[in-house]
């Protein structure tokens, strides 16, 4: 039915195709790409983020990586801070770990992400490191009327 | 294991790393696979803390006699008794000890006097109930998964949310 609402998705993007490690409580920017919701986005205003990880020893179940944004181009070309100890910028939301050695998959629903931002994942607290070679991904997504 | 990672480590164990440790430490050390829980786990072996711990008389009895038996349990309080009457120390500790609040085994004075109560040659508290006694505060003290972390990653350069 015409204008009935939708869930409308865009292309997915990499933002990281191999990440360093992380060992517990570190932090890695995801490195290959930044998201534009304007270039990379259609304008969407949400996002899922996909993390493919894999960790040498299981962590402890239930706990969590966590997705940080550091806006970029916020005054002109201006870039916020890059996230550091005490200060960890804009806070996206978690992936809750599996307590496997396999490599697993998670899902992020992320409402309402910066503009342009770079992407940082938090080793919030496992216990044991993400191996390196981590995939981050992203899909634009947003909720508009049927043509 | 580098020196860096090998200070940080010693900082936060308090104590120099021996042979021994590297051999155990180093293959948990692996920049891709660094094992946090397992580093803490065996760094903690053997770490005590003295922490407060009251006890009423008949709390002590109950620990007395689950870790060293009956028997010491009533030596230990019959000594009590006798020497409250030759010692106003003595008879404040017990009177602590069947008050409400009871006496803390953790209190560095009550500690240093249970030691004193060691010393005297007749009637005194023998060696091994004077260990039964000192060992009631003392537990154990495990080193958290995330100090090590901290310690480390900031060791290693790595970009920290923690420390």
Redesign the interface.
């Known amino acids: 039915m015409a204008g009935q609402a939708i869930v409308m998705l865009g292309t997915q993007k990499t933002l990281a195709s191999s990440g360093g ?9 995801a490195s290959t790409a930044s998201y534009d919701i304007a270039a990379d986005g259609a304008y969407y205003p949400d996002a899922d983020f996909v993390l493919t990880a894999t ?3 299981a962590p ?1 179940e239930g706990t969590t990586l966590a997705l940080y944004a550091r806006p970029l181009d916020v005054d002109g070309t201006a870039d916020t801070e890059a ?4 200060r ?1 910028t804009v806070f996206v939301g978690t992936f809750v770990v599996n307590n496997v050695t396999s490599a697993q998959t998670m899902t992020l629903r992320a409402y309402d992400v910066p503009t342009k931002a770079d992407y ?1 994942l ?1 080793n ?2 496992t ?3 993400v ?2 070679g981590w995939v981050l991904k992203v899909m634009p997504r947003t909720v508009g009327p049927a043509a | 294991m580098t020196p860096d990672q090998q200070s940080a480590l010693e900082a936060l164990a308090g104590r120099h790393l021996i042979p021994g440790d590297t051999a155990v430490l180093d293959p948990l050390l ?9 580093i803490a786990a065996h760094l903690s072996i053997g770490r005590t803390a003295i922490r407060p711990m009251l006890l009423t008389d008949i709390g002590l009895i109950g620990r007395l006699m689950e870790s060293r038996g009956q028997q010491m349990a009533e030596s230990i309080l019959g000594k009590l008794k006798a020497m409250a009457g030759a010692s106003e120390l003595v008879e404040a500790a017990r009177n602590k000890l069947r008050g409400v609040s009871g006496l803390d085994f953790g209190d560095a004075s009550v500690r240093a006097q249970i030691t004193a109560l060691g010393q005297i040659p007749v009637g005194g508290f023998t060696a091994d109930e004077v260990d039964a006694l000192l060992a009631l505060a003392v537990v154990p003290d495990p080193l958290s ?2 100090a090590v ?2 310690a ?2 900031i060791a ?1 350069g ?6």
């Open positions: 490690s992380i060992a517990n409580n570190a932090v890695a920017q960790f040498g020893t402890t996230p550091e100890a005490t960890p940082y938090h919030n607290g216990g044991q490191t191996s390196s | 692996d920049w891709d696979n660094r094992n946090d829980q397992a998964t995330n972390s901290d480390l990653n290693e790595r970009m920290t949310l923690g420390g």
